[in-house]
């Protein structure tokens, strides 16, 4: 056993658990458009064309991860791996599959001719579009997104935030001027 391992043990952290803890928190982005789409990553909502189509949570946590990772490949396991816990009874395979049937009949993509996901047989997906990420989530990976979000702060009163001298350079901030 290494001194790290007993040393978490001492402490009663699993040294998975660590690891996990250890991860990097990358921001992720909020909007992800794509063709005539938009994800918004926070919400789960799709929408075409600003119309919002219906698609269910574990289909809007699938679609999420292929367009963050658009164009590499994103295997079965990394997937199944996000969506279902270890201690979770289900048929995984499965659920994936059904999970690929609804995101591309939402997108209207199929997997003899696909437009937007490319399926890798017995090995994971492609997402095949330009992605743009639009805004940012500053909150870590496995935060609610069902959770409501925090209000707005609330603006200072003009007259604190007034300029004090109205007479000087109102410049851009990168030396250029108006």
């Known amino acids: 056993m290494s001194e790290t391992a007993s040393s978490l043990q001492r402490v009663g952290v699993a040294e998975r658990d660590f690891e996990a803890m250890m991860t990097v928190i990358r ?17 789960g909502e799709l929408r075409k064309e600003g119309r919002l189509v219906r698609l269910r949570h574990q289909p809007v946590s699938v679609l999420r991860l292929l367009l963050e990772r658009a164009g590499e490949l994103v295997t079965r396991r990394e997937i199944t791996e996000e969506l279902w816990p270890d201690d979770v009874d289900v048929d995984v395979e499965q659920g994936l599959n059904h999970c690929m049937k609804e995101i591309r009949a ?24 330009e992605v743009h990420a639009n805004g940012w989530d500053k909150r870590p990976p496995g935060f609610d997104a069902a959770a409501p979000a925090p209000e707005p702060a609330k603006a200072a009163p003009a007259e604190a935030t007034a300029d004090p001298d109205p007479d000087a350079d109102q410049g851009f901030g990168d030396g250029r001027f108006e």
């Open 106 to 129: 939402a997108l209207g993509d199929r997997p003899d001719s696909p437009r937007f996901i490319q399926t890798l047989p017995r090995r994971g997906y492609r997402f095949l579009v």
């Open 27 to 43: 921001p992720r982005p909020r909007l992800l458009s794509f063709g005539v789409f938009e994800l918004d990553a926070l919400t």
